[in-house]
Nanobody
């Protein structure tokens, strides 16, 4: 499966952005898709994930209530709606996929995912 992330940009603190992750190739409902981010000098960290088949979601504590992950089955696309953005949300955002339905405890792990998109830059100015 190939993943194409898009939608990043420059936004003021308090603003909103919606990221998209379009999947192509061998796709079906038995995938878990996650969003991760990596700021300069920091490790890649989990943001949110969704299981395609049952829409089970998981969020990192630092984005709960501000970010929403969703999927559009006909478009094979996963979205990350980001609101109330903060300067600390500045990072390159990556979408990733795992073929299979990850259990909740493993949805946040980088090593759980074996397909990765190219990343999209999100910059929040304060």
């Amino acid at each position: 499966v190939q993943l194409q992330a898009s939608g990043g940009g420059l936004v003021q603190a308090g603003g909103s952005l919606r990221l998209s992750c379009a999947a192509s190739g061998r796709t079906d409902s038995y995938y878990t898709v996650g969003w991760f981010r990596q700021a300069p000098g920091k490790e890649r960290e989990f943001v949110a994930a969704i299981r395609w088949k049952d829409s089970n979601t998981r969020y990192a504590d630092y984005v709960k209530g501000r970010f929403t992950i969703s999927r559009d089955t006909p478009k094979n696309t996963v979205y990350l709606q980001m609101k109330s953005l903060k300067s600390e949300d500045t990072a390159v955002y990556y979408c990733a996929a795992h073929r299979g339905l990850l259990i909740t405890g493993t949805m946040s792990r980088v090593l759980s995912y074996n397909y990765w998109g190219q990343g999209t830059q999100v910059t929040v100015s304060s």
